[in-house]
């Protein structure tokens, strides 16, 4: 056990340095209610004009304005927003070399200290969050399924966990280019589609929807807000859980690889 | 104001050699904004597949806005986003006395120093897409309303500027601001939207309190829908009084400001 205490460590913190922007998370939450009130009001306006043939791919328009709220929500806790762009930097500039010398696994040490964050993070933007809920009430389809519920709570972190692994493989292209971080606001658009962020994958046509569905982008986003607007059946849901397990594994296997070979061609600046 | 045209001249030249230096940075700033822009028209397809109009809006209709709106965004964002954005980080460190100590107005050196040329390659991108648009629409060419559309097309370009400028103007008061960029792209996601979306109370208050519909929807509208001459006016009579409180954000603001170091 004590070869783990060094990142308990880590996360706490991890966890203080997120209390001290506290009220700038507040904020974010705050004013990250915009996006998902023009969520709200875009989708209105579209299922007017949609009149008397409601469904879109399968959803109603509360269910739909709920499929963004869920997604919002999700990502409080998942997304690894600027983890590629952080890692890259420590990688170009030497920053990497106050690790390598610590009796800690880097890799694992920025997924700790992520997740602490983040999960501070959730309890303050949370609040603001809530408030909009209420607000937008009339506009929300609340799971009625409570087992549905359940299952999110557990697939939270193998979620945020599949979500870090693609982050940090993107940010270790730093140990072969340099100067690439534009490169991954391209990454963050692609993920953004792929994940079904921007729109339900089922609006896209069927063999585009399955195409995607075989990458590992949709458990980020759209298969956790499928399974809150009770879109998927008992075998759906565990083939999710089954797919998410074996990315995982897939997608630690191959951030080890690119890990041991990137260390062997890291220069080191700075020393 | 001749003097001002001339200097801005050699702003323009002088990032232009910068940006000759770094080649690759501006071909990869290029092709990422493009892939934003196929991003947002992938999001239209798909929905206008499912749709004949949204809000009143057909198909052309909002792709004119879309190439509008990235068009502005993109002006906004190679000639005063670039120096908006260093605004903190100069009153962070001190580094405004640079800038105070020149024998010019302080806030256009300020906001005009640098260009981001990458971006400004982006501009024709969007003035490309919405001339599709309206091609697509076939309406007839109105002298009067292209030219009222340049003048509005400006006036939102200025909306933006004062908006992110007076964001940036906080740093006066707030040592971290750095989430304000942040806030500047949530908030103006309010201006890039059809206005008709909005119900009523909404649409009154983005016009009038906070006049993000006059940025882009007047622009759009005044082309491809309709426009009166009242709200043409309107608009632009929001656009100079915003400047000019801009102006007056930056005198208070200067004077907390503390040349930190010096």
Avoid at chain 1, 196 to 218: D, K, M, N, V
Avoid at chain 1, 221 to 234: E, T
């Amino acid at each position: 056990m004590h070869l783990l205490r060094p990142y308990k460590q880590v996360a706490s913190v991890a966890m203080q340095e997120a209390l001290i922007y506290r009220w700038n998370m507040f904020l974010q939450g705050l004013v990250g209610l915009i996006p998902l009130f023009i969520t709200v009001m875009w989708w209105r306006a579209v299922y007017v004009a949609r009149g008397n043939a409601p469904a879109m791919g399968g959803y109603e328009r509360n269910e739909m304005t709920s499929y963004f709220l869920y997604i919002m929500l999700i990502h409080q806790f998942s997304s690894t927003f600027l983890i590629d762009f952080d890692i890259a930097w420590s990688i170009r500039n030497g920053h990497l070399n106050k690790y390598l010398i610590k009796p800690v696994e880097f890799p694992l040490y920025r997924w700790v200290y992520h997740i602490a964050n983040r999960a501070i993070n959730c309890l303050f933007v949370s609040l603001p969050i809530i408030m909009g809920i209420l607000l937008l009430r009339n506009y929300i389809y609340f799971p009625d399924n409570w087992r549905h519920v359940i299952v999110l709570f557990a697939m939270l972190l193998p979620i945020a966990l599949i979500s870090y692994l693609i982050s940090f493989c993107i940010g270790m292209i730093a140990f072969w280019m340099l100067e690439i971080s534009s490169l991954f606001w391209i990454f963050y658009s692609l993920r953004a589609i792929l994940s079904g962020a921007l729109f339900p994958l089922s609006l896209l046509p069927r063999p585009l929807e399955t195409a995607i569905c075989l990458l590992p982008f949709r458990l980020t986003s759209y298969f956790p807000a499928s399974l809150l607007l009770g879109k998927l059946n008992g075998w759906q849901i565990l083939g999710n859980i089954l797919s998410a397990v074996a990315w995982i594994m897939v997608l630690f296997l191959f951030a080890r690889f690119l890990w041991r070979r990137g260390l062997r061609r890291y220069d080191a600046a700075g020393i | 104001m001749l003097r001002y045209l001339r200097l801005y001249r050699v702003f323009f030249r002088n990032c232009l050699i910068r940006e000759m230096g770094f080649r690759w940075n501006f071909i990869i700033r290029f092709t990422t904004e493009i892939v934003w822009l196929a991003t947002s028209l992938i999001w239209f397809h798909v929905i206008y597949s499912y749709v004949r109009d949204v809000g009143g809006w057909t198909r052309y209709q909002y792709l004119f806005l879309i190439g509008v709106s990235y068009a502005i965004q993109q002006t906004f964002e190679s000639l005063l986003f670039v120096n908006c954005h260093r605004l903190s980080e100069l009153i962070r460190t001190g580094e405004l006395d640079f800038y105070l100590s020149r024998p010019i107005n302080s806030q256009f050196l300020v906001s005009t120093r640098f260009v981001d040329l990458g971006g400004f390659a982006n501009i024709f991108f969007g003035i490309g897409l919405a001339g599709f648009a309206w091609h697509k629409l076939s309406l007839p060419i109105h002298p009067g309303n292209l030219a009222m559309f340049v003048v509005l097309f400006l006036n939102g370009i200025i909306i933006y500027y004062v908006l992110m400028f007076s964001l940036m103007c906080l740093s006066f008061w707030i040592i971290r601001n750095e989430s304000a960029t942040g806030f500047f792209f949530q908030i103006t996601e309010l201006a890039r939207q059809p206005a008709e979306i909005y119900n009523y109370g909404i649409k009154v208050f983005l016009t009038f309190f906070f006049p993000m519909v006059v940025c882009i929807n007047f622009p759009a509208n005044v082309m491809v829908r309709s426009l009166s001459l009242p709200q043409f006016f309107y608009g632009i009579a929001v656009g100079l009084l915003l400047l000019y409180l801009s102006t007056l954000i930056w005198r208070v603001g200067l004077r907390s400001y503390s040349s930190a170091s010096s």
